[in-house]
């Protein structure tokens, strides 16, 4: 009997994912012929619940390994607003599961992040057979040890410090580079490391104003003409800790700070007198081709969510596990998040460094 399989990419774009969707589709195709049919879905959730559908040629996979974005295209779709009925009166879990019957699925493939798996797992809980595949920059997915799009964007934020480098030293200023990753601070620490920063700040350790600014003078006092600072986008102060997100947000914003580095940038200037410029790579970081790394990670992912489907092995999330690649039920990992753990090795390393955390 011939499969149909459903495929879509939903949240923030990133690098690799065009390479996990040919991994899948090639490794369907080679291992059942004219068996299989491939569905493309597209925006994301967005494309099932408005049923904006069609059926791929096998040429439309070729190709598309280095190809950064996705072919599919992709939309955020907030987990919470699923089952909430707004002024254009759709049910969306409805109008998902009648495209999904309208489009003839034997199962749907979702590739995407944390919210992603959270609708993946509702998908899944409301009886259509999921599959679903880690994506993001900010590799905070529950269950696996890595996520496609995380090695890419650590290349491309290490190699914006490296050339910050350079510069700081001309000018002899403090340089913060804000690095993505609202809540997790994978991208950070990694680049941070990478690039060889001297001050890593991320949200899982809510910085202290004057050790940072510490930190900035001990360089200085040791004939050092400047420090470079990797700051996570959701970095925030031990003081704003004590406070609920949005009353510190506010208070930024009424401060008149657009971002993370704009407000500690201009307390460093202002307690050490040095000069300070602030770098915001930004989507950059999303952009382009996947590195080596990822194009691998992600052709093992593809063609193990293809070995599921042949396997007919559905509520369920591929996952790189002490190197194995691996799968976690959806119901176990949607609504976790995977943040940097205080004893985590690459802190520790930073630690050992002498890598200020702040
Ligand atoms: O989830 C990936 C991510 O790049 C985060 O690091 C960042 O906070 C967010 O997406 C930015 O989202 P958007 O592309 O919607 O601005």
């Not at 964007?153 to 580079?177: F, K, L, P, Q």
């Not at 700040?201 to 050092?224: C, M, S, T």
């Not at 420090?227 to 003081?239: K, N």
Request: charge should be neutral; proline fraction near 3%.
């Amino acid at each position: 009997m011939k499969k149909r399989v459903g495929i879509l990419t939903s949240g923030g774009d990133c690098p690799g994912l065009n390479a996990t969707i040919r991994g899948a589709a090639k490794a369907l195709y080679h291992r059942m012929g004219d068996k299989v049919e491939i569905v493309g879905v597209m925006n994301g959730y967005d494309g099932l619940i408005n049923g904006n559908y069609r059926e791929m040629d096998p040429s439309e996979f070729s190709g598309i390994l280095t190809m950064g974005g996705t072919i599919l295209g992709t939309k955020r779709t907030p987990f919470k607003k699923m089952r909430v009925i707004e002024e254009d009166n759709v049910d969306k879990v409805k109008a998902m599961k009648r495209t999904y019957k309208e489009a003839k699925l034997d199962c749907l493939l979702c590739l995407g992040g944390n919210g992603t798996h959270k609708t993946a797992n509702l998908l899944s809980q409301e009886g259509l057979n999921i599959i679903g595949l880690p994506k993001t920059i900010d590799n905070d997915i529950y269950g696996t040890d890595v996520t496609f799009g995380f090695h890419t964007a650590v290349d491309i934020a290490t190699e914006v410090i490296d050339r910050i480098h350079t510069t700081a030293g001309s000018h002899s200023r403090v340089m913060c580079i804000e690095i993505m990753g609202n809540k997790a601070g994978w991208l950070t620490l990694y680049a941070g490391i990478a690039g060889g920063a001297d001050i890593i700040l991320i949200p899982e350790h809510p910085y202290d104003i004057e050790k940072v600014a510490a930190a900035v003078e001990k360089r200085a006092q040791a004939g050092k003409n400047f420090s470079i600072l990797a700051v996570a986008e959701g970095a925030y102060s031990v003081e704003e800790a004590k406070m609920k997100r949005k009353e510190w947000t506010a208070k930024r914003a009424e401060a008149g700070y657009t971002t993370a580095t704009n407000r500690i940038a201009h307390q460093i200037e202002k307690i050490t007198g040095a000069e300070t410029r602030i770098c915001v790579p930004g989507h950059m970081q999303r952009g382009g081709s996947p590195s080596a790394y990822d194009r691998v990670l992600a052709t093992q992912f593809g063609t193990y969510a293809a070995s599921l489907v042949a396997d007919e092995h559905y509520g369920v999330t591929v996952a790189m596990v002490n190197r194995h690649v691996t799968s976690n039920p959806l119901v176990d990992i949607a609504g976790k998040s995977r943040l940097v753990p205080d004893d985590c090795d690459m802190l520790n390393v930073a630690r050992a460094m002498g890598i200020s955390l702040g």
